[in-house]
Nanobody
Framework: QVQLVESGGGLVQAGGSLRLSCVASRTIFSKDDMGWFRQAAGKQREWVGS???????AYADSVKGRFTISRDNTRNTVYLEMNSLKAEDTAVYYC???????WGQGTQVTVSS
C-alpha cells in the first residue's frame, strides 16, 4: 500500500509563507488526482485544494489566490505553496490520493498573529 509523508510545516508569522511537500512511496502522480486537506483543533477536516492528474487545480474559497498546488511526478511529490498566511490557516495539513483512503501523518502549520 502506498504511503504518503508530508513535511514543511512550522511556525510562521501572519503574512508569511510556507511550502509543504507530500512524498509518495511509489510512482503514482502521473495517474492520480491529489488533494490537500487541513484540520484545525476542534474542527472537522476540510478540503483545501486539489490537482488532477492532468494538472487542473481547484481551491477552497478560503485559500484561493494565496495557496498554490504543484507536483513533480519525477519525484513522486506534490507541493502546497502557502502565501499571505493568516492565523485561521493554523491546522494540521494532510495530502491524499483522492481515489483512495490513504492519508499521510500530517504536518502542523501554526500562524501567529
Amino acid at each position: 500500500q502506498v504511503q504518503l509523508v508530508e513535511s514543511g510545516g512550522g511556525l510562521v508569522q501572519a503574512g508569511g509563507s510556507l511550502r509543504l511537500s507530500c512524498v509518495a512511496s511509489r510512482t503514482i502522480f502521473s495517474k492520480d488526482d491529489m488533494g490537500w486537506f487541513r484540520q484545525a483543533a476542534g474542527k472537522q477536516r476540510e478540503w483545501v485544494g486539489s490537482m488532477s492528474a492532468g494538472g487542473i487545480t481547484a481551491y477552497a474559497d478560503s485559500v484561493k489566490g494565496r495557496f498554490t498546488i504543484s507536483r513533480d511526478n519525477t519525484r513522486n511529490t506534490v507541493y502546497l505553496e502557502m502565501n499571505s498566511l493568516k492565523a485561521e490557516d493554523t491546522a494540521v495539513y494532510y495530502c491524499k490520493i483522492l481515489s483512495s483512503n490513504v492519508w499521510g501523518q500530517g504536518t502542523q502549520v501554526t500562524v501567529s498573529s
